[in-house]
């Protein structure tokens, strides 16, 4: 486990970021679709993460963007009942490998 203090200061900001937006999510104050935009964006101003590192959070997000793409198919913009434990599974996932950089 990599301490906060071997994380650089931008990488930082964006875990803080990643963290913030699954709780708003978590919250229901945004919605999947948003959340799933968000997080690609954030991700992407990560600048010192391992490869494996970002290569596990990719695997997770596609997995929120594609409930996120068939909730849309469906005319929704919230996670299908089906969808759930996936979304659930992938932003703890998630929230793991954030931890794991703190």
Same mark, same amino acid.
């Given at each position: 486990m990599t301490s906060q203090s071997n994380t650089n200061p931008v990488d930082r900001a964006v875990l803080a970021a990643? +963290?913030?937006?699954? &709780?708003?999510?978590k919250q229901n104050r945004i919605e999947l679709s948003q959340l799933t935009q968000d997080l690609l964006t954030?991700? =992407?101003?990560?600048? @010192?993460?391992p490869r494996d590192w970002h290569t596990k959070f990719m695997q997770h997000w =596609?997995?929120? &963007? &594609?409930?996120?793409?068939?909730?849309? @198919?469906?005319? =929704?913009?919230r996670v299908l009942p089906e969808h759930e434990e996936v979304i659930g599974t992938a932003l703890? &996932?998630? +929230?793991?490998?954030?931890?794991s950089r703190f």
């Open positions: 990643i +963290q913030r937006r699954i &709780e708003l999510y954030i991700v =992407s101003g990560t600048i @010192a993460v =596609s997995a929120i &963007e &594609e409930a996120n793409a068939l909730a849309l @198919a469906a005319g =929704s913009d703890n &996932e998630i +929230q793991r490998l954030v931890r």
